[in-house]
């Protein structure tokens, strides 16, 4: 113990008696030599409400943030380029399936890659940082945790932190990534599903109907080779209508495929991708 001391007790909220009014304090005691060398014990509270009431704000908006994002899959991060590393919210490390081990650094990130984007996302990453410009992108990664394929979402916005803090010049990138592997594999179905309606649409309007055409073709030239026997009119009284009864069905078909593509702006009836025989 010495004298001229001054020892912090702690942060009191502390209520008025008579108004009811509460306010935080901090809360100090002050050692002094007495006149027979004694010490003594002076208390000091120093009414710093204000002050706490910001903090006690700020750690809700910062919770609030944390469970909305929590919430909606959405993680946050910083990237400082001088120094190549980042940090991000906890939520990062369950998207990328990272651990406190994985070495925070951007080069460490870009090794989840895919290899079909090991050369495409550096890219358009050093050119967002060149141009000090804007990173959006989706890309896919492997990982660590499971080894399984997740596609990310990534935004990110260029930062001059000296126009933030008034600090020393240090770049940064300040964006939000997200999983939306969801998302990708069902464009993925809807895109096989276009695919396949195309090659069907095709096919009932040029395949099918092409050798319906020449059936009708042959049904009504059936008289004409052996007129009057009346096997062949019977066969042709047959044939006929069945025929014309089915171009009817492909003619409603087209009329549907035709009203679909005006609703949805999406054409149908594009020649399908053929493989090219070797």
Not at 215 to 243: K, Y
Request: charged share 30%; with cysteine.
């Amino acid at each position: 113990m010495a004298f001229g001391q001054r020892i912090w007790l702690g942060d009191f909220l502390l209520q008025y008696a008579s108004k009811g009014k509460r306010n935080w304090f901090k809360a100090y005691v002050n050692i002094k030599q007495g006149a027979g060398a004694e010490p003594v014990f002076t208390l000091l509270l120093h009414n710093f409400d204000d002050e706490k009431k910001r903090q006690i704000e700020q750690r809700e908006q910062q919770f609030f943030l944390e469970r909305s994002q929590l919430v909606s899959g959405v993680g946050h991060y910083v990237i400082y380029l001088d120094r190549g590393v980042w940090e991000g919210s906890s939520i990062i490390d369950d998207i990328l399936g990272i651990d406190d081990k994985f070495v925070r650094t951007v080069d460490n990130w870009v090794s989840l890659l895919t290899p079909e984007f090991q050369q495409s996302v550096p890219l358009k990453f050093s050119e967002a940082v060149q141009s000090g410009s804007s990173f959006r992108m989706t890309y896919q990664i492997i990982r660590p945790a499971d080894k399984a394929r997740r596609w990310i979402e990534v935004n990110a916005d260029y930062i001059n932190r000296e126009n933030l803090y008034k600090t020393n010049f240090e770049p940064t990138l300040i964006g939000t990534l997200r999983d939306v592997t969801d998302q990708m594999e069902y464009i993925k179905k809807i895109e096989e599903q276009n695919a396949f309606l195309r090659k069907l649409a095709w096919s009932q309007s040029h395949e099918v109907r092409a050798p319906l055409a020449r059936l009708i073709a042959v049904t009504e030239a059936l008289s004409e080779m052996t007129p009057g026997d009346p096997d062949t009119e019977t066969l042709r009284n047959c044939l006929l209508p069945t025929a014309k009864e089915l171009d009817d069905v492909i003619t409603r078909l087209n009329r549907n495929i035709n009203i679909f593509e005006e609703a949805s702006g999406v054409s149908l009836r594009k020649t399908p991708d053929r493989k090219k025989k070797k």
